[in-house]
């Protein structure tokens, strides 16, 4: 058991996590479109590259872990939302247009 809460509330935590990711992602392709207007095909497609290409990344090096516990794939979690924190706190900043 992770800290003592088990399985399920890994599971429910997970869910949660992954539930956002459609949520997040269309707001991210609307900056991403948004910042580049007069190229929204190669953006659109580099933005899907890039977002297939990390997973893929992520997967593989959680895959070589020979950890048996949760912690990698919490860590990684994690990583990620921190990045995407900070992709937040670039896209919310003034434009200068």
């Known amino acids: 058991a992770l800290m003592g809460i088990g399985f399920w509330a890994l599971v429910v935590g997970v869910a949660a996590f992954v ?3 459609s949520m997040v992602s269309s707001n991210a ?6 910042e580049f207007p007069h190229m929204a095909g190669t953006a659109s497609s580099l933005a899907g590259t890039f977002r297939f290409g990390i997973g893929a990344i992520v ?3 959680l895959s070589l872990a020979t950890f048996t516990s949760a ?6 979690i994690a990583l990620c939302a921190a990045c995407s924190i900070l992709f937040y706190l670039y896209a919310s900043r003034p434009k200068k247009r």
């Open 71 to 76: 912690w990698p794939m919490i860590w990684s």
């Open 29 to 34: 392709m609307a900056v991403i479109l948004d």
């Open 59 to 61: 997967g593989a090096l």
């Open 19 to 21: 539930g956002c990711v």
